[in-house]
């Protein structure tokens, strides 16, 4: 980070220390503000100057980082500083819809402030680790603006100039982490319904098999992209009798079996006429769509 570049954190819960942290150890003037004020007091100490309003916070630096519980919160603690926006950008990295971030967007910009939206890829031990990125959206020159200041956080991506897509993207992501999780605490309910099972071995199986599998996504993704006929197809037959020996065996291992339940309902109306199941055909998104 330029060692000359000030930024503000508005919002100091878990996530909003950890940024605050990234931004002192890069160097720059870092301002922060809490509601709980007690929250600053570690940074403060580590080289933080601490706000006592958001209008003195957001003043204090041409950028202000805005990382808090939502949008009503957000908009909460921005409005009545909203007089002292005129010239200066807003970045607000708290979670939120596509629609949140571009009313967002427009309620910055009708005060003068340039905006970006940002989802963030990480959790707050892994922020400015080689693992972390930050999804950014809105215009463009806005991002390049910051783009060196904003690295210090996490690797940064600019998606697009629509203010919602980073939202988009970053709902988008925990969707798959959700489900993931889901399948995970799924799959151990299963295993540990036997006797000899334990979460802990079971694992040790799992991460190697899931692994393996994400690994499949990128060709998933080819052919979804491609108006080519997919390359990946499995029978299915074989799909659909695995995904109701999956609701069976969970049923009967007293584990919730409606996602598999419904997963083959969705199998079974799919429209393929060759008894292919193509991993790239519309129809398996239509079938998410619906
Ligand atoms: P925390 O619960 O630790 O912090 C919440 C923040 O919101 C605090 O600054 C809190 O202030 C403030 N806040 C909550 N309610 C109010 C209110 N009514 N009025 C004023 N301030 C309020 O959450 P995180 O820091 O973990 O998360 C912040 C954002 O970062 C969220 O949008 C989250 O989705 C996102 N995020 C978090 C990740 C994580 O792993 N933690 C990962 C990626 C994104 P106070 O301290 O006074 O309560």
């Known amino acids: 980070m330029n060692n000359t570049a000030a930024v503000t954190i508005i919002g100091l819960g878990e996530m909003g220390r950890a940024l605050a942290d990234a931004l002192i150890m ?3 003037r870092t301002t922060v503000w809490n509601r709980s004020a007690a929250k600053a007091d570690g940074l403060v100490a580590r080289g933080a100057i601490r706000a006592a309003t958001v209008e003195e916070a957001v003043l204090a630096s041409p950028l202000s980082l805005v990382c808090l519980l939502d949008y009503d919160v957000a908009d909460a603690i921005l409005r009545p500083a ?3 926006l005129r010239g200066l950008t807003l970045v607000n990295l708290t979670n939120g819809t596509p629609d ?3 009313k967002a967007e427009g309620w910055a910009r009708g005060h003068g402030a340039a905006y970006l939206d940002g989802g963030i890829m990480a959790i707050p031990s892994t922020v400015a680790t080689s693992q972390a990125f930050v999804l950014y959206s809105g215009q463009k020159s806005h991002f390049e603006a910051h783009k060196e200041t904003l690295e210090a956080i996490g690797a940064a991506k600019y998606l697009g100039a629509d203010a919602g897509i980073a939202a988009l993207y970053d709902l988008a992501l925990l969707s798959a982490m959700n489900v993931m999780f889901d399948g995970f605490f799924h799959s151990v309910a299963m295993a540990t319904s036997h006797d000899e099972g334990s979460a802990v071995g079971f694992t040790e199986l799992l991460m190697p098999w899931l692994t ?3 690994q499949v996504m990128p060709a998933f993704a080819a052919d979804v992209d491609s108006d080519a006929e997919p390359v990946l197809v499995q029978g299915l ?5 695995s995904v109701r020996n999956m609701a069976q065996a969970s049923h009967d291992a007293g584990v919730r079996a409606d996602y598999f339940e419904h997963s ?3 199998l ?9 199941m193509r991993a790239g055909d519309p129809a398996i998104l239509v079938a ?3």
């Open 288 to 290: 998410h769509r619906s």
């Open 100 to 102: 949140q971030a571009r």
């Open 268 to 276: 079974e109306k799919l429209p393929f006429s060759n008894a292919l």
């Open 82 to 84: 909203a007089g002292a």
């Open 264 to 266: 083959a309902a969705t």
């Open 26 to 28: 890069a160097g720059g």
């Open 237 to 241: 037959d074989v799909v659909l009798a």
């Open 212 to 214: 393996n599998m994400a």
